[in-house]
């Protein structure tokens, strides 16, 4: 029957979808058009060009086979449906009772298969991805011992096939549906016996070819269910277990086989008009998968494998640890004994200054208020984000604290207009930098500033001669630079310093087209209307450093922070970017999924020009050189990196973090330790503004136990499951050429040593120390003590805690105190020395006495009621508001404390 449209009404209601149709096309088109003039204007056209055009390709390669397929069954469904109107009268629709028009069903005929074909095609071409790593599969060289198979397989080539396999699935079952509802709804299944007998031949063999369709499709689901079992848990190993081996795998074989057998069944019912075979055979199917599928497998786990479980799932838990530690990259992490003895001394304190005059005491939440108070100047500034770098400064390694100052998100209300927010208030500008070391704070308790102001001044050495930043870590929406107005550039006294910008960031606007084009994109008519607007101007998007990224190389994961570099007088971003997988075979994945994952590549973002440069760190991973071979050009190799950025890479918090969690539990080798969980370690705990959270990975500037050179690293201390003693300690390496090692020094299991909690605990037991600080927090004062800190030095263990105070009056953050502890020994001084000589005994070159410890004759016990005097005094003048008379006191208790003399209780 043709497929002509009966009706005049339906001519315009097909041309309506049409013209939706056609619109929806132009639509993407012109977006596509502007990410291309970006991505060319970047240098990534090449980019852009492969995965649109793989797009289009996926997208043709599914839409053209399924319309035919879903318009042949259109086809067959109006021949059937205009048979039996000749033999039974017209055709009625089941729900309503009433005769359905003949062009509705011939409309329904051309408009599903369209609808489905659009549907699926659209969502493979959403596939571009996986079509990639299926395309440029790489081998990982690593079999995995169930199947034989090389990881590669099921990191690049098992999910796309996996993504077929569902699509034929919904394809299946959606036609067999269409079939199913047509007939039911025009009354040919309630009227079966009233059909001749050659137009119920017709209909059981087209539901039974779609039904074969769908059986062939779901019997390879179960043959790729096989595959399945290397990335899923059962019991108590990930990936397959004993269970797994012996029965499920078989099991899966016998489904996949029953599905063939089914397949004959159906087609062999249909050729023969035996309509109970398929009935019988498919009734025999489930009732095998129900029994196979569902019910062997727990049953065996049950009783079989349940009681002798550890026997029979050791040699599959190897696998699971092999392949974990591999997929994580743990298998490069060194393990060290770390004795953490507790008899360090004052001459090895000061041979380790280099250290301890690097070690951090400013938490970035005060810090960052610190410089808001201090460096934003202006209220169109913004500090977002406080980062951790070390600096060669006046001849000597520091480690220091740095933000950049960016333009707040929002103008104030009075100067929010779209001349200001876009062609006026284009970029941020410089930053504020700071030394984290112990000596250098000022003496009111703010950080002693390396860069600070508009413009720039810089210390130590450091030069900054483009200090705007077009392209930050918060930068939303869009700006027109290089317009008839110039730019406002930083405030200098009462005025302001306005310039053009410079650099080749952006898409130049030169054309009349372009301008429509970006104003319909970013929905702004201004940019084509606006007379300020040049064909010089141009239009930056996409400012922000990990959307720009993520836009020139969606196929990489990337690091949630960022970070700002000095160098060469300009600013720079590194942006941290990982290649991952959720398939590797026998690896246990993260709480997100991945259970594979590489930081195989640093990408450079110039803060002014907004060039983007991607160099790879690890040319050995199998997923990058997949990317690699499919984008040729698009990355570099890290020797091509200008030194003085190489010098500032850092191993990133988020992949030392998912390590770390990984290892706390696969650092057990030995299948029966790890199957009892019986050395399982946890991140130590602390106390921050009075709540306990996990400590979280921090950098540190020190030597390493035996080593002479400062190391930048990044650790974290760990504790058993469970407890809150130390246990170990985990450190990464960021400065080559040891870049990228890890380390893990592990602590005596014989002997207990305080994890930062019970330093924690230790702190709040000391009566002094309590003491000082609720005197602080009654005075209209709030007092924050600081992240503790674990510093490893000459295999012991030293804990460092900075105490702040915020006046309620102004909300600045001052660092008055610094808390030291080392065994059992505490002290809260003004500064790191002056705490490390009290813990240490060599206060001011004294006697070498300890807190804790009595002096020589028992004078202790001559000073304590002093003390106490001058305290109640003091909390006395508190409450009466005498301040004059509480200075006073508090001063006396200070000389007393001076003296050194003083017990703990």
Known sequence: MP??????????????????????????????????????ELGFASVFWRIRLTQVGLFAALFVPVFAYFWANGVVLQRICAAAEDETGPWIVQSAGTPAPGWAVRAAGLLLPVVVALVVAVSFAGLWDEYTRFAFAQAFGANEPILGRDAGF????????????????????????????????????????????????????TIAFNTAFFLVAWGWGYYLDRFHLLFETTGAVFGPGYTDVNVVLPVLGVMAGASVALIA?????????????????????????????????????????????????????????????????????????????????????RDNEDTLSNVRLWDWRPLRQTYKQMQEIRL???????????????????????????????????????????????????????LAAHDDVTGEGVPKLVVRDLPPVADGGLSIDQPAIYYGEQMPGYRVVNSRLEEFDHPR????????????????????????????????????????????????????VADRVHRIAPFLELDSDPYLVVANGRLYWVQDAYTVAESYPYSEPLGGGANYIRNSVKVIVDAFEGSVDFYT???????????AAAFPGIFKPLS?????????????????????????????????????????????????????????PYYILMRLPGETRLQFLLMIPL???GKDNMIAWMGARSDFPNYGELIAYKFPKERLIYGPLQVEALIDQDTLISRQLSLWDQRGSKVVRGNIFVIPINHSILYVEPVYLIAEINDLPQLKRVIVAHGNKVAMEPTLNEALRVVFGGRDGGSGRMRGEPAAGGETTTILPKIREAVEKAEAALKSGDWTTFGTAMTEVKRLLDEGEVPDN
């Open 3 to 40: 497929l002509s449209i009966g009706k005049p009404g339906s001519k315009s209601w097909v041309a309506v979808a049409l013209a939706l149709f056609v619109l929806a096309a132009v639509f993407a088109l012109l977006g596509w058009t502007v990410e291309w003039l970006w991505m060319d």
């Open 493 to 544: 006294g009462d005025a302001n310093v306005y310039a053009h910008y410079a650099g080749s960031g952006g898409v130049p606007l030169s054309s009349w087209w372009r301008r429509l084009l970006f104003a319909w994109n970013r929905f702004d008519v201004n940019i084509a209307i606006s007379d300020y607007i040049t064909p010089q101007s141009r239009i930056q998007m996409w400012r922000e």
């Open 617 to 627: 760190i690890d040319e050995a991973d199998p997923i990058l050189r997949a990317y």
């Open 154 to 205: 099921y990191v690049f080539t098992l999910p796309f096939l996996d993504e077929i396999q569902d699509r034929l699935v919904i394809i299946a079952l959606i036609a067999v549906a269409a079939h199913g509802l047509t007939y039911h709804q025009f009354g040919m299944i309630r009227g079966w016996k009233t059909l001749n007998e050659a137009l119920r031949r017709r209909i059981f063999r």
């Open 640 to 696: 091509a990196m200008p030194s003085t950025l190489k010098s500032h890479l850092r191993y990133p918090r988020d992949l030392f973090t998912a390590q770390v969690r990984k290892y706390k539990r696969y650092h057990m080798q030995i299948p029966q330790v790890f199957y009892n969980n019986e050395d399982l370690w946890t991140l130590s705990r602390e106390k921050y503004g009075g709540k306990l959270a996990p400590m979280q």
């Open 719 to 721: 504790t058993p499951e």
């Open 265 to 349: 069944v159906v087609v062999g019912g249909a050729a023969a008009n035996k309509m109970q075979w398929p009935l019988i055979g498919c009734v025999s199917y489930l009732l095998l998968a129900a029994v196979s599928v569902a019910g062997a497998p727990a049953l065996f786990q049950l009783f079989v494998v349940k009681p002798n479980e550890l026997e029979l799932e050791k040699p599959f838990l190897e696998h699971n640890i092999a392949f974990t530690r591999r997929a994580f990259d743990l298998e490069r992490v060194v393990e060290r004994s770390y004795p953490a003895v507790t008899d360090l001394t004052l001459g090895q304190i």
């Open 380 to 434: 169109y500034y913004e500090f977002y984000n406080i980062d951790v770098d070390r600096y060669q400064l006046d001849g000597r390694l520091r480690q220091v604290l740095l933000s950049s100052r960016e333009l707040a998100e929002n103008l104030p209300d009075q100067a929010d207009t779209w001349v200001n927010r876009v062609l006026q208030y284009t970029h941020g500008y410089g930053l504020a930098m700071s």
